[in-house]
């Protein structure tokens, strides 16, 4: 509990900072996501940048990916695990672009209700498509994670006219814990 406490009080500051109106923290759009205690290596992404995941995701992935890789579907990992700090220079770099709170939030969580804060998110790509970009909806990867990604624990969080107010993401695949 007392955690939990110095946990808000942590987020309040930062949202305070970035001009995050405190009725956010009071009634959040998103669930809130901690970060896990334990992140594993998982493989590298697209860019070879190192990526982590909790071990249980990474697992699937994996497992996800050679899966595709068996039906000649490619799977490239564009992002995993991202904290909370990350989270706050992301939103304070479209801040310094100009670009209006409003806005930014409804493509980026605020700090505290990323997924990717729990180490359990993956955002995916393919060949011959751009990430991040509502194209990848049109891909064979995208049909095939819509048919299998479920069998390895993963679902897509933001379909469109999700609940959350967040704009689709057919690349946003988050792992749940397995039945
Ligand atoms: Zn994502």
Redesign the pocket.
Known sequence: MAATTEFLTQLRQIHQDLGIPASYLEQPPLPLCREPEVLVDTSPDFYQRPQKLIPAAHQGWLEMRAAAAREDVVLHL??AFRGIAYQRDLIHKHLQNGRPLVEILQVVAAPGF???HTGR???LGTDNCRP?QEEFEKTDAFQWLVERAGEFGFAM??PRDNPFGISY?P????FRDQQ
Do not use: G, P, Q, R
């Open positions: 564009i992002s990323s997924e990717h998110a993956i955002d991040l969080t933001y993401e690349w946003h695949w988050c």
